[in-house]
């Protein structure tokens, strides 16, 4: 049978098997939650064996109201951008698969501090949309923002509103996002300086002790300073 929602994963912790699944408390970020199904040791009182304890987790998993399609829709439908953007910051640096890095984990807070949340924080996230966005896009154009600066933060907030999802892993708030009504600049002209082969040698011999290392390194392997 298709599994509907969660139905938990069983763990030993200490001397006893648990049940671990999410829960997702009305305007907060998610929590991983565990209950207890049993103990450990075969001899103990209440032990259960491998099929009881999988019933029984299921049953406790349920019980919770995790998987009350409605419970979940009214949690998450008072969630306001804050609050998302910041459940969005602790997944991507939580998450197994692709882990967002710490410098660029960095520069999303300070532009959710900076930008979005002063602009778009209280707003319940479901009313974040191409009307909003292109509100948020004309307070950058005010505030002298090149072009690239506009586009990064403009696909952070797009971002931040499509991570909100269902316990299946579907789209709470699904968008068709119209960078033409936004506004959004295009990016063009970039400048983007390189060096010829002769400037790098250059560079190289008329530097000393550890930055010539320095800079034959980031030359010959394009590396960033950062």
């Known amino acids: 049978m298709a599994r509907r929602g969660q139905v938990g994963?069983?763990?030993?912790?200490?001397?006893?098997?648990?049940?671990?699944?999410?829960?997702?408390?009305?305007?907060?970020?998610?929590?991983?939650?565990?209950?207890?199904?049993?103990?450990?040791?075969?001899?103990?009182?209440?032990?259960l064996p491998k099929g009881e304890r999988r019933r029984r987790a299921t049953e406790i998993v349920e019980a919770s109201g995790v998987n009350d399609q409605q419970q979940f829709?009214?949690?998450?439908?008072?969630?306001?951008?804050?609050?998302?953007a910041e459940q969005f910051l602790h997944d991507a640096a939580k998450r197994k698969r692709r882990p967002v890095k710490p410098?660029?984990?960095?520069?999303?807070?300070?532009?959710?501090?900076?930008?979005?949340?002063?602009?778009?924080?209280?707003?319940?996230?479901?009313?974040v949309d191409n009307a909003t966005l292109k509100t948020l896009v004309a307070t950058f154009n005010e505030a002298n923002l090149s072009a690239q600066t506009q586009v990064t933060y403009a696909n952070l907030v797009k971002t931040i509103v499509a991570s909100a999802k269902t316990s299946k892993g579907e789209r709470l708030f699904?968008?068709?996002?119209?960078?033409?009504?936004?506004?959004?600049?295009?990016?063009?002209?970039?400048?983007?300086?390189?060096?010829?082969?002769?400037?790098v040698t250059a560079i190289v011999e008329k530097a000393t002790g550890q930055y010539q290392v320095l800079y034959a390194l980031l030359a010959g392997t394009g590396l960033r300073a950062g």
């Not at 410098?103 to 959710?112: H, P, Q």
């Not at 968008?175 to 033409?180: F, G, K, L, P, V």
């Open 9 to 47: 994963t069983i763990v030993i912790s200490g001397k006893w098997y648990v049940v671990r699944f999410w829960k997702y408390p009305a305007g907060q970020v998610r929590i991983h939650a565990s209950e207890k199904i049993c103990p450990v040791n075969s001899n103990a009182a209440g032990y």
């Open 73 to 84: 829709n009214d949690a998450n439908i008072s969630t306001i951008f804050r609050q998302q």
């Open 103 to 127: 410098k660029t984990l960095d520069n999303c807070r300070r532009a959710i501090d900076k930008w979005l949340n002063p602009n778009l924080g209280d707003l319940p996230l479901a009313s």
């Open 174 to 199: 699904p968008r068709e996002w119209d960078n033409t009504f936004i506004d959004l600049p295009e990016i063009e002209n970039q400048h983007q300086p390189a060096f010829t082969a002769e400037q």
